[in-house]
């Protein structure tokens, strides 16, 4: 494994207990361009999560909490008046940081997340027709929450894509509880989380982690997979394009992580779950007989052939 990667993870791993594996899948979103939706019931450290990556990877966060009386302008920014320079000035919203993480999303208005959405996208917030780059990096950690669903908007489809990963954390196990409880009492382990690299250094390991080779037999497996969602009984939606590639980026941050310069189908398979869950509609007969994404997803992986890469 690389070493700064390998400095981050511990770093990070001191303070999200017994949770290395989702620790590690979020980190490979970063690195492969993407945003992170996570899933979950309150207070099993999302907020946490996010909260250490900003601080371990030297960035500027801000976090908005998501509420139904949030507007798009608290997100994106507003112009006001200046009547000393005879002009509109622009007032930045929360989304003009680096790290920006949004709780509770799916409480919001679809107007207000649209706005966060289509920024995330475009790379830019455009206010009475003047345009402003969003910062590099700019990462989104979204949380929301699938428990009471009263008063809630569920996030469209195609809004949903615009995450590369929705990962849910889930409650720690046994052991990792007990080390919680007897850490808690005494301290915050944020306040001893230190920043192992800055904005520009994480660009450059970004760079490094898209340079990873990945061979053509290794992207026939994911048109392959992409294919097996679209014809399956039980989808009415399958995988788009942006999905498979949204696969391709993640498989060579996934083997970047691991410490290698080229992706293999494993590393497909063992991400595909995660950057596909959220994208697939399930046919009206699954929902019915209470199927999950993952489960399709699962038979998918298992019923398609994977490529032996030669040496």
């Given at each position: ?16 207990v ?72 622009y ?16 409480r ?20 009475d ?36 990963v ?12 007990v080390s ?22 994480l ?31 039980l989808?009415?939606?399958?995988l ?48 019915m ?23």
């Amino acid at each position: 494994m690389n070493t700064k990667i390998n400095e981050i993870l511990q770093e990070i791993e001191s303070v999200i207990v017994g949770k290395n594996e989702i620790v590690e899948k979020i980190l490979m979103a970063i690195l492969a361009q993407g945003h992170v939706l996570m899933e979950d019931v309150p207070g099993v450290g999302k907020t946490t999560t996010a909260m250490a990556f900003a601080k371990v990877l030297g960035l500027e966060t801000r976090r908005v909490q998501f509420t139904s009386d949030t507007v798009p302008s608290d997100i994106i920014g507003f112009s006001v008046y200046d009547k000393k320079a005879d002009e509109f000035v622009y007032k930045p919203g929360a989304i003009m940081t680096n790290l920006l993480l949004a709780d509770e999303i799916n409480r919001t208005s679809s107007k207000t997340q649209s706005a966060l959405l289509e920024a995330m996208e475009e790379g830019h917030v455009s206010i009475d027709g003047k345009t402003h780059p969003l910062p590099d990096p700019f990462i989104v950690l979204a949380t929301q929450n699938p428990a009471g669903s009263a008063g809630t908007q569920m996030l469209p489809n195609s809004q949903l894509d615009r995450f590369l990963v929705k990962l849910t954390m889930g409650y720690p196990d046994f052991k990792s509880q007990v080390s919680i409880l007897e850490e808690r009492h005494t301290e915050n382990p944020l306040d001893r989380v230190h920043p192992v690299v800055g904005a520009e250094e994480l660009n450059a390991l970004k760079q490094r982690a898209a340079a990873v080779e990945m061979k053509t037999s290794v992207y026939e497996y994911v048109t392959r997979l992409a294919e097996a969602t679209r014809v399956h009984p039980l989808v009415q939606l399958g995988l788009s394009p942006r999905g498979a590639l949204a696969v391709c980026r993640m498989a060579k941050a996934y083997a970047y992580v691991q410490g290698r310069d080229y992706a293999m189908p494993e590393d497909v398979a063992a991400i595909f779950p995660d950057v596909c869950a959220h994208r697939l509609m399930l046919s009206s007969k699954a929902r019915m007989m209470e199927e999950k994404p993952e489960s399709v997803l699962a038979e998918i992986l298992k019923t398609t052939d994977m490529p032996v890469l030669k040496k």
